[in-house]
């Protein structure tokens, strides 16, 4: 099935929305997991401590955001499927919302591999492209899946 089927709203939307929000509220994270993998079981695909070292600059920006919205970072979440401003994907987008604000990342799973070593993520060839050239972020010279001291 397409990923715009499979990640739908279903229909007792808003009330796992308000159990979801309870859930994140009470920073019961294991709940929010089990209770997404109950609704969609392919959402969650990873979830990760920290970016490789080599994007250390990746790490202060989320130092930033969560010291900015007085939180402590949490975990980096790699998915199947992050959708913005649609009406059919309200859970899906409330989730990312949410964890956003409680100091997790959500990310697409393609975006990013894992380093073969230490397990740390590195932002795929492409997205290494646009930071390297495009905005001149200090990346390492060349990519690789994995980190530079691994
Ligand atoms: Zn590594």
């Not at 080599?54 to 202060?60: I, V």
């Not at 990310?107 to 930071?131: G, S």
Request: aromatic content about 10%; some cysteine; proline content about 3%.
């Amino acid at each position: 099935m397409d990923k715009s089927e499979i990640y739908k709203d279903i229909a007792n939307r808003d009330e796992i929305i308000e159990k979801l929000n309870e859930m994140i509220g009470e920073d019961d994270y294991k709940g929010v997991y089990e209770e997404i993998n109950k609704i969609y079981p392919t959402w969650i695909i990873n979830i990760i401590d920290n970016y490789s070292e080599d994007y250390k600059y990746m790490d202060s920006n989320w130092e930033i955001i969560c010291k900015n919205l007085n939180v402590s970072k949490k975990k980096i979440i790699l998915v199947d499927f992050i959708i913005h401003n649609s009406n059919d994907y309200k859970i899906i987008e409330n989730i990312c919302e949410k964890m956003t604000k409680k100091g997790f990342v959500i990310r697409r799973v393609e975006e990013f591999v894992q380093c073969v070593k230490c397990e740390r993520i590195i932002p795929c060839k492409f997205l290494w492209e646009i930071m390297k050239i495009q905005h001149k972020l200090p990346v390492p010279e060349n990519w690789s899946n994995k980190c530079t001291n691994c």
